[in-house]
């Protein structure tokens, strides 16, 4: 499953990492320079092989200051019977796990208690990270943000299936029986990956 990450944009990620470090730590108004140069190359690596605009490359994948760390997806697994819990996105009309970009502030656990009961209805009570995998090491879409997505297998207490403003159904699917998912945030191996957890509680947390 390593290296679903096209070529051209594990390249232009990692020219804009290189140029963002060094546009937070040097002082040399040369290199400075030298640096900002390299991060509008990746920008138009991107856009160029994305099909976007430059500005809006620019935007979503260069514009940070500070030394670039990944973006974290919290993503919440909810079991009942043996079937996993699925949001459908309104946006895309495709299913995934509830959750989303974690807040700062705000702990793993409670992203998760919270993206799952506002994307579904559910209430649900965080239990233990069954995996904290790199996006681009999987088979998502090519994607501007460097993402960790962290599965957190999370225990039913109540409520009651209802839609909400980014998601229009929720309900309880089985392995052999998913919908169309949207891969961008949810993928057939990582949903297998929870499965396994559900048949092996002792499992350790899975990486990478």
């Known amino acids: 499953m390593i290296g679903k990450s096209p070529r051209?944009?594990?390249w232009a990620e990692r020219i804009q990492a290189i140029a963002q470090t060094g546009l937070a730590y040097s002082r040399d108004p040369y290199d400075r320079e030298r640096y900002a140069e390299l991060r509008e190359l990746a920008v138009e690596m991107a856009a160029a092989e994305l099909?976007?605009?430059?500005?809006?490359?620019?935007?979503?994948?260069?514009?940070?200051v500070g030394y670039p760390t990944p973006k974290v997806d919290v993503r919440a697994v909810v079991f009942r019977e043996g079937r996993v819990l699925l949001v459908r996105?309104?946006?895309?009309?495709?299913?995934t796990l509830p959750g989303g970009w974690a807040d700062v502030g705000e702990g793993p656990s409670s992203v998760a208690e919270r993206e799952a009961f506002e994307e579904s209805g559910y209430r649900v009570r965080a239990e233990k990270v069954l995996g904290v995998l790199d996006k681009a090491r999987h088979e998502h879409p090519p994607s501007l943000h460097s993402t960790?997505?962290?599965?957190i297998l999370c225990r039913l207490e109540g409520g009651e299936a209802r839609p909400s403003h980014e998601t229009d159904a929720a309900d309880f699917f089985a392995p052999d029986a998913l919908p169309d998912l949207d891969l961008d945030r949810t993928t057939p191996g990582q949903l297998a990956l929870a499965f396994s957890h559900l048949a092996e509680p002792e499992r350790r947390t899975d990486f990478d």
């Open 8 to 10: 051209w944009l594990r």
């Open 51 to 64: 099909g976007a605009t430059p500005a809006e490359v620019r935007v979503a994948f260069a514009s940070g």
């Open 89 to 95: 996105e309104a946006a895309s009309g495709r299913w």
């Open 148 to 151: 960790w997505k962290m599965l």
